[in-house]
């Protein structure tokens, strides 16, 4: 085998670790921001819990008192309402941050 040839040889190997090691870095980060929108929708999921057993309170029922659909839906709407207010804040700490209070 020739010089070249094992230089060719040792080069392509050293291409392909890198790109293994290149992959494996965004199979790292796509986990990783898997794990965080797991977490997050675990923290919405429970906020909207929360809410829908104080408004359950406050009309005086209980969980029992609606069906599972009824429930679902109920719950639904609690979590777009928590999402609908973290964007709005989102919105305004953007706008603050870049001056622009005037317009929130």
Do not use: P
């Not at 090691?21 to 796509?30: E, P």
């Not at 408004?55 to 639904?76: G, N, P």
């Amino acid at each position: 085998m020739k010089f070249t040839d094992r230089l060719k040889t040792k080069t392509s190997d050293i291409i392909n670790l890198t790109k293994e090691q290149f992959d494996k870095t965004f199979d790292y980060a796509k986990i990783k921001s898997d794990k965080i929108k797991e977490k997050i929708d675990a923290k919405i999921q429970e906020k909207a819990v929360l809410n829908l057993k104080a408004e359950l309170a406050m009309r005086h029922k209980t969980f029992d008192d609606y069906t599972d659909e009824e429930l679902e839906i109920m719950l639904v709407r609690e979590k777009d309402k928590i999402i609908h207010e973290l964007k709005n804040r989102s919105l305004v700490a953007a706008l603050a941050l870049l001056g622009l209070d005037f317009l929130v």
